[in-house]
């Protein structure tokens, strides 16, 4: 493929059109600027400069026209536009500081484009890889304008990127600020100035009409009168074509994908408006709406800023405050202490055991590094790293216990990006929510169209004035857009609220998803119960305090619950450890200070006997006893099975145990509802078999041996205490301090959704009481531009109040 830079030579030069008087009028073929006196023509289409030309015959080459069949001059245009010089991005310091991620194979960067504007940027942005090799895969972030790109460092460098994503319209805004600084989003500065301008119309046009507002004689003063009315009207023109062109684009394009959007109305009204409003002024018959339209214009843009405001908050919120229930090994000397991650900071040294997350960038200074980033590439094959090499954020050691000295401040926002990566989504049906949501934006803009018309219908022949206003308060007084807040406002709130309470979830889907249940399966070592307060007794060979010492210094590579209560039994965890492995389900061993030691259970070891909640101890090739584990039960835990199976939920237990608890358990779960002695692939197993038989799977386990279920299932939750180990599969985590809070927390889930439905309820009133109003022509088109936006604030604040209101009643607002 033909390497693409910014001063690549075009296969053939545009050239100066021989009829310059035929394409003088015309505009831009890539941008819809104005081609001016001297335009460039190449492939019979006229270009404002070489620059767009440039772009069109880069996709013309690469087949990617489709580009402009999305929108009409979909591109950015290059016109005077200047060049911009990347040579800082040489700079490996410069370099690092962008990207997330890089090793030998591919390198990952998020960049800021101000230019997204319309589904063309998207669908070009997002097939960059047919324009250049080396890189991978991109995607868009529309709201956040932003683009998360995947490329081979050895192919394509940074630079190249950067030079070839301006080349083609779309210089991204690079701030060597640190990416991990929490910033609340900004409005864009474009929004500012249509709101200046549509303001300082609207107050204009308002003191133009003055005479007309206090019904002063105009017959004496004709000639002023439509002087005024021509003033109002260049005043509204940078209203409609500039602060009104979004609206007026997106109706636009929706009607060329054969789609009624809500901008739709909204245009149309507009339209109307202005149009009406130029007729009466040229033909002197009346002053016209101008006021009306501006007014229009100005309140759906400052609705439209409060909205967006409200949006980052939320956006905020959720990726700097909703912290994950992670804390991290912070080594102080000789001491060590678990600290949360969010108080973690550059210059903090970590200790990162076997099967524990790197929560934030940083350099390997102790132990040997073999780290699976299948959480931020999705290959799990582990890579090999040296003291010294630097160690990226979303890495999971899978070796020995390592100690890391952070290079930047936990990034909080970027684990929750991995955590919500489309690889560990679940392929699911569509929500109820989102399917009334989907049919309401459907069917509401064509019913808005037909009830406008049959109102202009109405009163055309009656009163002309209010036909126009209640043709356009109709237009403009429906609001779609309360139902779609609903969803992302409602359960955003009490996703914050169950995250106050130590139940971490993924997105807002899950909390419908959690209302659909019908089976719930729980794991018991570390779900049922717990081994902070555990008790453990030895039973064999007397060990010498030698090997105690080596018996601690491999279980303290391990994050497993068994391996960390035997370290606080043992004591001293000293001497060198090599030759690292964990078997899944299993156990561990290595080489420790030449001497082969391996933990686990009976048969990982060569004992024979049956396993259970028991860690066996073999020693330079002999078995010498084991550590019994008296695990000691959640409290609750009885309470919390019984909450399902009073819901009418099947309720199962897997438990890679044997059966000395089964008497316990049995009267809770049935025997015939108990399995024990259960491989990971064995639970793995069982959930598809449930969910063949039509059930849709609650399940509850450690995230250590549970991965696979836990992604299986529709809604995987990793209970956890205060340890960087879970699963990126798994849908929740909860704090297993509140495992007896669940049967609660699960509840207000439950309120929560049908607090949507309310707010749907209360947008219908809305609308219903709205268009009432409207149709008789008592409702002004600016009442309505007030009303439209309010409308929006009103269902925002009736979720967020409602969800918050319930979490007071039941005890969880404001939370821990």
Known sequence: MTALTPDRKLTSLPKVPENEAAVEAGVCYHCGEPCGQNPVEFDGKCFCCTGCSMVYQILREKGMCRYYELDQNPGISLKGRRQERYEFLDDEEVVEALLDFRNEQMARVSLHLPQIHCASCVWLLENLYRLRDGIIQSRVHFMKKELSLTFDPARISLRQIVELLASVGYPPAIHLASAEQARKGQTPRRLWYQIGIAGFAFGNVMLLSFPEYLGLDLATQQGWVWVFGYLNLALSLPVLLYSGADYLRSAWQGLRMGQLNIDVPVSLGMLTLFGRSTFEVVTQTGPGYFDSLAGLVFFLLVGKWYQQKTWQQLAFDRDYKSWLPLAATVVAGREERSVPVRRLKAGDRIRVRHGELVPADGILTRGEGRFDYSFVTGEAEPQPAAEGEKVFAGARQMGGAIVITLTKDVAQSYLTRLWNEQSFAHKQTRLKTELLADRVGKWFTAVVLVLATGALAWWWPRDVHAAID???????????????????????????????????????????????????????????????????????????????????????????????????????????????????????????????????????????????????????????????????????????????????????????????????????????????????????????????????????????????????????????????????????????????????????????????????????????????????????????????????????????????????????????
């Not at 899950?510 to 030895?538: C, M, P």
């Not at 391996?598 to 078995?623: N, P």
């Open 470 to 816: 209640a043709f356009t308060a109709v237009l403009i007084i429906a609001c779609p857009c309360a139902v779609a807040l609903a969803i992302p406002f409602t359960f955003g709130n009490a996703l914050r609220i169950l995250g106050r309470n130590g139940l971490y979830l993924k997105d807002t889907t899950v909390i419908e998803r959690l209302q659909q249940v019908t089976a719930v399966v729980f794991d018991k070592t570390g779900t049922l119960t717990t081994t902070r307060k555990a008790r453990l007794h030895y039973e064999g060979q007397a060990l010498t305090p030698e090997e105690q010492r080596r018996v601690a210094a491999l279980a303290a590579q391990s994050a497993h619950p068994m391996s960390r209560r035997l370290v606080q039994t043992l004591g001293r965890a000293e001497g060198s450890v090599a030759d690292f492995r964990e078997v899944q389900g299993q156990g561990i061993e290595a080489t420790v200070d030449g001497v082969a030691v391996r933990l686990g259970s009976a048969a990982f070891v060569g004992a024979s006997a049956k396993s259970g909640s028991e860690v066996w101890v073999r020693i330079d090739g002999e078995v010498k006893g084991r550590f019994v584990l008296e695990a000691e039960w959640r409290p609750g835990y009885e309470a919390v099975v019984r909450y399902f199976r009073d819901q009418g939920k099947e309720v199962w237990l897997l438990s890679g145990d044997n059966e000395r608890e089964a008497a316990v358990l049995a009267p809770l779960f049935g025997e015939s509802h108990m399995a024990f002695r259960q491989k990971p692939e064995d639970k793995l197993a069982f959930i598809r078999q449930l969910q063949e038989q039509g059930h849709r799977v609650l399940m509850l386990g450690d995230g250590l041996n549970d991965a696979g279920a836990l992604k299986q299932a529709e809604v995987g939750v990793a209970v956890t205490e205060d340890i960087t180990h879970f699963t990126p599969a798994s849908d929740a985590i909860l704090d297993g301090a509140r495992f007896a809070d669940l049967p609660r927390m699960l509840e207000y889930a439950c309120r929560s959704v049908r607090s949507v439905f309310q707010a749907y309820g209360l947008a219908a009133v809305y609308n219903l009481i709205g268009q009432s109003y409207a149709v008789q022509a008592l409702l002004s088109p600016v009442i309505a531009a007030v009303l439209m936006p309010a409308s929006s604030v009103t269902i925002v604040t009736f979720g967020v109040g409602v969800t918050t209101l319930i979490g007071w009643r039941m005890g969880l607002w404001p939370g821990d």
